[in-house]
């Protein structure tokens, strides 16, 4: 099982839907979780973390639920400037606090 | 505020000639610091990290090498580069806080011929 497994996609949604991403993680030890964008060719930017609470900002809005290991992205209102690549990031305890990237789930904003 | 540098932005090297990549921080002093590998639609594969000066993780054993002769300073070399070396390399810093997030370079895209 890879330590982060994401849905490669590309998921072609239209202006204005709402679409949503999962990650599972298989480490239960994992301490941090982050979403990511990557334009293409570009480097990857940090969209947001994402806090056990859940957490919002403007359109976006991230869950983790650690019983079941996975972390979620929920756009709303999509736009075309949201299509990319979204990456799910895992880090994880101890001193050094490795960190995993999952492979990335695209998306295609359609007009 | 914080500034990540990485040059060349792209780069065409033969096969068996020498690799210098380097990747400077701005704005932040004693980060831990990060070089990344993307192969052409894979996910992003840790190379090396480093905590300080001087100290250097490999991740993944290959024909690559890292460097930090100063605190913001980090250099990825090989001697010898093959054609698997082909790849987009990220640099990316974070500080040194549980739980903190990385900010990546913009990239320096090698094919090896």
């Known amino acids: 099982r890879k330590e982060v497994e994401q849905d490669p996609g590309p998921f072609n949604v239209p202006e204005g839907a709402t679409v949503a991403f999962n990650c599972t993680y298989s480490?239960?030890?994992?301490?941090?979780f982050f979403w990511y964008r990557q334009d293409c060719r570009k480097e990857p930017k940090l969209l947001m973390s994402?806090?056990?609470s859940g957490n919002e900002d403007g359109r976006f809005t991230a869950q983790l639920n650690r019983a079941s290991q996975y972390i979620s992205l929920l756009i709303r209102d999509s736009k075309l400037s949201d299509s990319a690549t979204y990456l799910c990031?895992?880090?994880?305890?101890?001193?050094?606090?490795?960190?995993?990237f999952g492979t990335g789930t695209k998306l295609q904003v359609i007009p | 505020s914080q500034t990540i540098h990485q040059w060349p932005a792209t780069l065409v090297q033969p096969v068996g000639s020498p690799l210098s990549l380097e990747c400077t921080v701005e704005?932040?002093?004693?980060?831990?610091l990060y070089w990344y590998r993307q192969a052409a639609g894979r996910g992003l594969q840790l190379l090396f990290y480093?905590?300080?000066?001087?100290?250097i993780s490999s991740e993944v054993p290959q024909n690559l090498s890292a460097s930090r002769p100063q605190d913001r300073q980090f250099i990825l070399s090989s001697k010898k580069l093959l054609l698997s070396d082909s790849g987009f390399y990220l640099c990316?810093?974070?500080?040194?806080?549980?739980?903190?997030?990385?900010?990546f370079g913009p990239g320096t895209r090698l094919t090896v011929t």
């Open positions: 994402v806090y056990s």
């Open positions: 990316a810093w974070s500080v040194k806080l549980a739980g903190s997030e990385q900010y």
């Open positions: 990031v895992v880090r994880g305890s101890g001193g050094y606090q490795k960190v995993t």
């Open positions: 480490n239960s030890a994992s301490q941090s």
């Open positions: 704005g932040t002093s004693n980060p831990n």
């Open positions: 480093s905590v300080g000066i001087g100290q």
